[in-house]
């Protein structure tokens, strides 16, 4: 396969996402990051915010490009034959919800395969709602996120705060 797509909500994105990111795009010759728009969970930071601070903290990575997706990921992969998706598991339970879904999605369409890849050990605590409620409490985040975007990412989370 040439090319992949790590499909995810992203609010935000941290280092572990970055991990697998950057893993992807020595593999692969094309990576999709796709922010998925899930209707269970509605965000903290806007889509368009999320596609803008991971364009920007994956910048300078040629061959990785940023999309916003508004239905289900095996319609997406339909619309890219020849690549596969490329999800990251943390634990066990992790383990079990993305079988089911991997097998949701060959059922929804045939060609669509996926690569589950362990988290890299150092960042499988770190969750985006980990990161969310850090931030909620003051706490400083930049251990957790890209370090580049940090700041965008204290900024939108701060604003999506105040909309509350």
Do not use: Q
């Amino acid at each position: 396969m040439k090319g992949c797509v790590i499909p995810g909500s992203f609010d935000p994105i941290t280092k572990g996402h970055m991990n697998l990111i950057e893993r992807c795009s020595a593999m692969f010759e094309t990576v999709t990051v796709a922010v998925m728009v899930n209707i269970r969970k509605p965000g903290t930071i806007s889509h368009g915010d999320r596609v803008a601070i991971i364009r920007k903290a994956c910048g300078k990575m040629t061959n990785v490009e940023v999309v916003l997706w508004k239905g289900l990921l095996a319609d997406f992969m339909r619309e890219r034959p020849g690549c596969c998706v490329i999800r990251s598991v943390r634990n066990c339970a992790e383990f079990e919800t993305e079988i089911t879904a991997a097998e949701t999605n060959k059922r929804l369409y045939g060609g669509c395969e996926t690569l589950l890849m362990p988290a890299a050990p150092e960042w499988a605590d770190v969750s985006s709602s980990a990161v969310r409620e850090i931030a909620a409490f003051g706490g400083d985040i930049r251990p957790l996120v890209p370090g580049n975007v940090w700041k965008d990412i204290v900024r939108k989370l701060s604003e999506a705060g105040e909309k509350k």
